[in-house]
């Protein structure tokens, strides 16, 4: 038998983030070989490294429950302790078919490999097909637990057998391991799906799959995303436009989506004619560009759209707002000459940090992505798209990382991503360049020369879907919002029943400025009123008893606690519009 590390490095001479992925695809191994010791029955399919540790798939003949998974992890454990070599070779595939003649998944694997040999690695008793990619011996797997099980449709189709997928994190040190389920444990108290039922934002039914129902606490902080993006559009020369929702399946065919994103959309029968819901705005941009004559005079022309879009995303990735099938971008398109092109670039780069600041999020790091397997355009197109990309990024004083691959299908993307508060990275903004509609379209427009030129084309997003980032937000702020984006910003808290009128006073005179105030009037103890306060994040709470109505003025509270002391109305009033206006994030 071949050593997979016959002609490697050793193990402890591997990088850092190579040993890493290999303590993670061997630890699914040893996952695998635990549940075959425990259930003899078991089906196992495919278990992949994954980012903070690994997984493994498996048909069992019952349901997992947590109490199973610290038996797992003992034989894991165990197995590790053993410090079994781990062996890897290539054998023919009618072998291979025979040692996993009673596993149905790994024969399916074999059956979809043109090689005339499959992978195939061994440690102690176990055996599993697998490309390879191990560490030398069990015992340099690291530290790890396992962590949950989840559902999973087989090779992700749902008309495939549903698995049980069991999760393990794995890192080199068990300090890093503690580290991490630290933040994990945090970021349990800040999912969006749960801070969403508390502060009665959204829910998500099954009677619309991937499609948020948003109360009016969520309305009011979408809607207060919107209209900040609409008064950028104002501000950085954008024309905001409404296109169609549903297009016959031709524009999907002239923009490429009906080739290259077809599996992707929502696509029906209307009479004889196919029809697609549309998945992004740009084709139809496009065919509004198209449908007019256009000079260089009136470039840079850019075009805005918070229409909603829809996505057939498979069911088993939904995932609360951050992966739905119906959304809504501040999606826009710019359409230039060649010489506008880093101007524009630079632009999105200025109202990009102006709205991540706005919204204390912090300096982006900026991936530059490639050009993936599945593409448009000749790699002349490509090599140019990435190159004025980097450049102008780096003419903007600004660093990137390479990315490839993982660009757009019709063309190289930059893209922006932070870290929130506990540490997770999230990519938000996106600024790519178009290689193939502009040419696909027909789109043109005549030059200081008299002659037609193609215009450039700049797909743009800085929040991105909007969905994905309030549901990536809530967990950034722990549902703390900034005040002027807080659905109930004050709540006005009368001290005894006779103070209720003056209460509802006091709201009408801070609405009455255009803020968002509510009255607490129910009958309740003062307390159980402010612990209910600070419970639904409002930033401000107004006490008010009958030395505050006498002088005109309430006891202001924030809802970390502080008391800000007794203020009269009227200093209240104007210290909530200068924080909303000025867009202060210290309210948090």
């Known amino acids: 038998m071949t050593s997979q590390h016959e002609h490697e490095a050793p193990f402890a001479q591997l990088p850092p983030e190579e040993r890493l992925f290999r303590m993670r695809h061997s630890a699914a191994h040893v996952l695998a070989e635990a549940v075959l010791e425990m259930f003899p029955e078991a089906k196992y399919a495919i278990g992949p490294p994954v980012e903070n540790g690994f997984y493994y798939d498996f048909d069992l003949p019952r349901p997992l429950t947590p109490e199973d998974l610290p038996l797992l992890e003992a034989r894991m454990k165990k197995s590790v302790a053993a410090n079994h070599a781990i062996r890897g070779e290539q054998i023919p595939k009618e072998r291979a078919r025979e040692v996993f003649k009673d596993q149905p998944y790994k024969l399916e694997l074999i059956d979809g490999i043109e090689d005339a040999t499959v992978g195939h690695f061994r440690h102690g008793e176990f055996q599993d097909l697998c490309r390879g990619g191990h560490t030398e011996s069990t015992g340099q797997i690291g530290a790890f637990t396992l962590t949950h099980v989840a559902g999973a449709y087989w090779r992700g189709d749902e008309k495939n057998a549903m698995l049980q ?49 948003w109360h009016p606490k969520g309305t009011i902080l979408y809607n207060g995303l919107v209209d900040y993006m609409r008064e950028l559009y104002e501000e950085y020369g954008y024309k905001e436009v409404i296109t169609p929702l549903v297009f016959g399946v031709e524009l999907w065919k002239t923009s490429g989506h009906y080739q ?3 599996e992707d959309m929502f696509l029906f029968e209307s009479g004889e004619e196919e029809m697609g819901i549309k998945p992004m705005n740009c084709p139809g941009h496009c065919h509004y560009f198209a449908t007019g004559h256009h000079s260089y005079r009136e470039l840079p022309l850019r075009l805005a759209e918070f229409s909603r ?73 490509w090599e ?37 508060a506990i540490g997770r990275a999230w990519q938000l903004g996106t600024v790519q360049v178009d290689l193939g509609m502009p040419q696909s379209f027909g789109l043109t427009y005549i030059g200081e020369d008299g002659q037609e030129h ?21 967990e950034h702020t722990g549902g703390h919002f900034p005040l002027w984006l807080a659905p109930v910003q004050a709540v006005v808290i009368p001290i005894a029943d006779r103070h209720a009128e003056y209460a509802h006073k006091v709201r009408s005179i801070l609405r009455g400025r255009g803020l968002r105030v509510e009255v607490d009037d129910a009958s309740e103890r003062m307390n159980n009123k402010i612990r209910k306060a600070q419970t639904q994040r409002i930033p401000y709470m107004l006490i008010v008893g009958d030395r505050e109505a006498e002088a005109e003025a309430a006891a202001v509270r924030d809802r970390s606690g502080d008391d800000l002391g007794a203020l009269p109305i009227f200093q209240i009033g104007d210290r909530m519009v200068d924080e909303r206006d000025s867009r202060s994030i210290q309210a948090r």
């Open 309 to 381: 879009l829809h996505r057939n995303e498979r069911s088993g990735v939904l995932h609360g707002l951050t992966r739905v099938r119906a959304f809504s971008q501040d999606d826009s398109h710019i359409y230039c000459t060649p010489e506008q092109f880093d101007g524009e670039i630079f632009s999105v780069f200025r109202m990009l940090e102006r709205v991540y600041s706005d919204l204390g999020l912090g300096e982006p790091t900026i991936r530059l992505a490639t050009r993936p397997a599945k593409s448009i355009g000749s790699d002349e197109d």
């Open 260 to 262: 290259n994103f077809a």
């Open 165 to 213: 997928r069991v999760y393990g994190a794995l890192f080199p040190t068990q300090q890093e391991l503690d580290d991490y389920l630290k933040m994990r444990e945090e970021a349990e108290k800040r999912d969006h799906r749960r801070l969403g039922r508390e502060l009665d934002l959204f829910h998500i039914d099954p009677v619309a799959p991937g499609s948020p129902f």
């Open 384 to 420: 140019r798209g990435v190159r004025l990309l980097g450049e102008a990024v780096t003419g903007a004083g600004k660093q990137f990382v390479l990315a490839p691959g993982e660009g757009a299908f019709y063309g190289p993307k930059l893209e922006f991503h932070f870290k929130d």
């Open 454 to 474: 193609r215009p450039m084309m700049i797909h743009r997003a800085i929040l991105g879907s909007l969905e994905r980032f309030i549901g990536v937000y809530i």
